[in-house]
């Protein structure tokens, strides 16, 4: 979901977003917008590997 230059790739549409990340990059529930579905999913981007936060509920 993250290709080699950094950019996330949408979870619902699979499309490339705008959005960017380096591999030492955290986010916790950042809001991913995507501009081809005009979605928002809540990801979490952690050691260049994206999960939903929604699967990945705190504890
Ligand atoms: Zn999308």
């Excluded at 230059?5 to 990340?21: E, H, L």
């Excluded at 979605?39 to 979490?44: A, K």
């Amino acid at each position: 979901m993250i290709d080699s230059r950094g950019f996330i790739y949408c979870p619902i549409c699979q499309s490339k977003t705008k959005t960017k990340v380096n591999k030492d990059t955290v986010l916790r529930n950042f809001p991913l917008f995507c501009p081809k579905c005009k979605q928002e999913s809540r990801i979490d981007v952690e050691g260049g590997e994206m999960r939903l936060s929604n699967e990945n509920p705190l504890q």
